[in-house]
């Protein structure tokens, strides 16, 4: 049925929308947690690049996500550092991912945060956004993560600007209600998918979305 990306700013609800749709039968990849096997293999040239530039998140032989998530998310030239490791591993098997499931049959989607910073959304038949509203985000960032204001906004500022993915989107979400709420706008994209047949078909679909 086709190949969709899912994306959105810092603590947009992508996960959980990836999950929603992934109990409605989409087959799903997960950039992070993609990323989260790479710490856990030992062998991966991921593992040895991190445990080189980030000696003081070793534990026991194992990469302590807390512990680097405690020097990347407050320090930005130490979250690009890891960026350049991690980001040219999780592209390549994305892109695998992806030629691998077009083949198929059914809906697959790809849960990629950094979808049109990294100019990717052209290996998709469309784009599934989430969005929140700023304070919002900005709240969410601060409880998640521990940081002030200030480095909550500086975090957001890494992304495009909502104003610009809205226009790049094929479908928007919107989280900044109810969960109630976003599990209806869910089950409402699920069932375009299910009423279309083919990429043609869902490039109508969407269209019709956003006229």
């Not at 929308?17 to 790479?38: C, W």
């Amino acid at each position: 049925m086709g190949v969709f990306a899912i994306t959105g700013n810092l603590t947009s609800g992508k996960s959980t929308v990836l999950k929603l749709l992934k109990n409605k039968g989409a087959g799903i990849f997960d950039i992070d947690e993609r990323i989260h096997e790479y710490y856990k293999d030992r062998s991966s040239s991921v593992y040895k690049k991190v445990i080189s530039t980030f000696p003081q998140v070793v534990k026991k032989h194992s990469i302590s996500r807390r512990k680097l998530a405690g020097v990347v998310f407050k320090d930005l030239r130490q979250l690009h550092r890891l960026e350049r490791i991690v980001h040219p591993a999780s592209i390549r098997d994305l892109g695998e991912w992806v030629k691998r499931v077009r083949v198929k049959k059914g809906s697959y989607i790809a849960e990629v945060p950094l979808l049109f910073e990294k100019k990717l959304q052209d290996c998709f038949d469309g784009v599934i956004l989430v969005v929140a509203k700023r304070e919002i985000l900005i709240e969410r960032i601060r409880k998640k993560f521990s940081l002030s204001r200030e480095m909550a906004i500086k975090r957001l500022s890494l992304y495009l600007s909502i104003r610009e993915k809205i226009k790049k989107a094929d479908f928007i979400i919107e989280n900044d209600v109810t969960f109630r709420k976003l599990k209806e706008e869910v089950d409402s994209l699920w069932n375009k998918f299910e009423r279309a047949n083919s990429t043609r078909h869902f490039s109508k679909v969407f269209r019709d979305q956003n006229a």
